[in-house]
Nanobody
Framework: QVQLVESGGGSVQTGGSLRLSCAAS????????MAWFRRTPGKGREGIATIDNRASTDYADSVKGRFTISKDNAKNTLYLQMNSLKPEDTAMYYC?????????????????WGQGTQVTVSS
């Protein structure tokens, strides 16, 4: 049984930083594609960062240059370092994983999801 458990969310001011973690069990982070998505009432679900089994990464334009996705294979954990946070980054953040296939921002391709962690950025 696959479980993804996010942590690290919270409230920060504009310009601040947070690091989200996603601890995986029943799934090996080194083996497939993992991603971070976020959901807001106004924009729906948005894919923001992916990392594949070779540690190649991709980012949405909205976070490029500010966010960094990474993984620690020994800890079987995915991370999202978020710097220079803006109020528009306020959302529920989810990690997701899939077994094989293309690593992209199409949420329906991901088999496994965490429960989410809230990030709130105040101006």
């Amino acid at each position: 049984q696959v479980q993804l458990v996010e942590s690290g969310g919270g409230s920060v001011q504009t310009g601040g930083s947070l690091r989200l973690s996603c601890a995986a069990s029943g799934y090996t982070v080194s083996s497939g594609c993992m991603a971070w998505f976020r959901r807001t009432p106004g924009k729906g679900r948005e894919g923001i960062a992916t990392i594949d089994n070779r540690a190649s990464t991709d980012y949405a334009d909205s976070v490029k240059g500010r966010f960094t996705i990474s993984k620690d294979n020994a800890k079987n954990t995915l991370y999202l370092q978020m710097n220079s946070l803006k109020p528009e980054d306020t959302a529920m953040y989810y990690c997701a994983a899939r077994s094989g296939g293309i690593c992209d921002f199409m949420f329906y391709r991901y088999n496994y999801w965490g429960q989410g962690t809230q990030v709130t950025v105040s101006s």
